[in-house]
């Protein structure tokens, strides 16, 4: 099993219901696939460097799990296919990456209480 991160832009004209059921979509496929996730994270809306779909906003999530190499093709296809995607990108993290995403989330979680 791999550890990987995956942040994607949905579109910013999405109703809350249309972004929270996107987001499971996604997030049931990995499930599906074997992966064990290890953090989302909804990072709002947020502004473009540079317009996408003629757009200058998007709504960020983030997922870090665990899966096999395998799943990672197919989830990239649904992303390509879906058109409430502007953008994803898909990282492999090493063992470093991967100790701090979980030092990351601990201080973010220490943070907010």
């Given at each position: ?63 870090e799990y665990q ?13 390509r296919r879906d ?30 209480k």
């Open positions: 099993m791999n550890h990987y991160e995956t942040v994607f832009i949905l579109n910013p004209v999405l109703s809350e219901d249309q972004i929270k059921e996107t987001v499971k979509k996604f997030e049931d496929f990995l499930t599906s696939k074997g992966a064990k996730m290890q953090n989302k994270e909804d990072w709002g809306l947020k502004k473009l460097a540079y317009p996408i779909q003629h757009k200058k906003s998007g709504f960020y999530h983030l997922f899966v096999d190499g395998e799943a990672i093709d197919p989830l990239e296809v649904m992303f058109e409430r995607i502007m953008r994803y990108l898909t990282v492999k993290l090493d063992k470093y990456a991967a100790d701090w995403a979980v030092e990351r989330v601990k201080r973010i979680k220490q943070g907010s």
